[in-house]
């Protein structure tokens, strides 16, 4: 018999992937040209060449001993310093290797980041809407999710919420710009004063509050937009990055911690990143994939046809009557419910539309439209969005 914590883990499943499976099904039904799936955040810009053209280069140059062995828990030191360099020169930061730490996708980093933190208990707050598997990677730490509500229509987070639910139980926030579902980013001017609420909530509590950024989006930005580099504005960040998106290479399980020397507690909370990494059971990041982003780490990312969708999917669901988040990275379209959200989404379906519910990202009444599809996709699924609006949006 499975645990009762996985039992209801279960039970409480996951929105996203449900309707993933649910566009398979419909997919046999009517055809797969005749379904459009905008459920899954997983790019379909094919993964930059260098990258193939690295694996067959390091499978055919490298020891293979020390290119499957086992390594350090924390990763090859070169892939490391690859990493920190290209960051310094990008941010004017100035990491080394030991300050990197390769992890298993973000998924993987942001684990260990919290296992390396988490005291039994302790509270992490998070912004609505936010990535919901963030409830599961705090709870397998011990720690206790605590839930800003959103603020529409700019879903920029509610700092004076934050003031008010910082307490001795906070231990961490975690913060993710450019931003899944709503697609914005998080300024300047927003980052510097969550930095300083950060810095006085800490002096009180006597201890670092961590703010863990986690950016597998950084590079997907649009209108001549940036995300801030986040360690700038505060030294107690844990940054937790991926290639999932910028290199779409999600099945790869890639991505990094970054953790600056101005951290509280920088070599220990290093080491037991590290530790975690191993206890967790993950041992080290794939150590082809570490060589591969060794030799990629400088490769453009080519945000553009996430651009051409996003113009093309959001200019049409205006004109057909839909409010809609303008979306300034990753790729994701954030609408308002027109009707309720279930009955919206079902909706949709009946017209072989698939989208995710606001309620999976904490905040009921919108839905998630991941545009990471085919140009094509997006075309041929308009007629069938105007349908939906005919049917939704009142006049
Ligand atoms: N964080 C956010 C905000 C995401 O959207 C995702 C994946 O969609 C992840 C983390 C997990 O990314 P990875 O596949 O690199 O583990």
């Not at 094919?46 to 280069?57: L, S």
């Not at 703010?211 to 940054?239: G, H, Q």
Request: aromatic content about 10%; overall charge neutral; proline content about 6%.
């Amino acid at each position: 018999m499975i645990s009762n914590k996985m039992s209801e883990i279960m039970k409480s499943g996951s929105a996203i992937r449900a309707m993933f499976e649910e566009g398979k099904k419909l997919a046999k039904k009517y055809g797969k040209e005749n379904v459009f799936d905008f459920s899954l955040g997983n790019p379909n810009v094919p993964a930059p060449k260098a990258v193939g053209e690295a694996i067959a280069q390091i499978a055919r140059e490298i020891d293979p001993v020390a290119l499957h062995g086992y390594m350090l828990n924390s990763g090859f030191e070169s892939t490391r310093k690859a990493i920190a360099d290209d960051l310094n020169e990008r941010y004017q930061t100035s990491f080394g290797y030991s300050n990197i730490i390769m992890t298993v996708g973000a998924a993987g980093g942001l684990n260990v980041a919290l296992k390396a933190v988490i005291n039994e208990g302790d509270e992490v707050i998070v912004f609505a809407p936010y990535f919901g598997e963030y409830n599961n990677y705090v709870a397998n730490a011990g720690g206790k999710v605590v839930v800003i509500p959103p603020v529409p229509p700019t879903f920029q987070p509610d700092l004076q919420a934050l003031e008010s639910a910082l307490n001795e139980k906070t231990k961490a926030v975690i913060i993710n710009s450019p931003n899944n579902p709503t697609g914005v980013i998080y300024g300047e001017e927003v980052l510097t004063k969550l930095g300083r609420i950060l810095t006085d909530g800490s002096k009180k509590k006597g201890e670092a509050i961590y703010l863990i950024s986690d950016e597998p989006y950084r590079e997907l930005v649009y209108d001549c937009k940036s995300a801030p580099f986040v360690t700038k504005y505060y030294d107690n960040t844990i940054v937790g990055y991926s290639y999932s998106k910028s290199l779409s290479l999600p099945g790869e399980r890639i991505g990094y911690l970054a953790i600056p020397n101005e951290a509280e507690d920088c070599d220990n909370l290093l080491a037991a990143c590290s530790v975690a990494t191993r206890i967790l059971g993950f041992v080290n990041a794939p150590s082809l994939q570490q060589l591969v982003i060794e030799r990629c780490v400088k490769q453009p990312v080519d945000a553009s046809p996430y651009d051409r969708n996003r113009k093309l999917l959001l200019n049409a669901l205006r004109e057909y009557g839909f409010e809609c988040v303008q979306p300034e990275g990753a790729f994701y379209l954030f609408v308002k419910c027109p009707i309720a959200e279930e009955e919206f989404v079902a909706k949709a379906k009946s017209h072989n539309i698939l989208i995710v519910g606001g309620k999976s990202f904490a905040c009921e009444g919108y839905v998630r439209i991941a545009y990471c599809v085919s140009y094509d996709t997006i075309e041929r699924s308009l007629p069938h969005f105007k349908a939906l609006a005919k049917e939704t949006v009142a006049k």
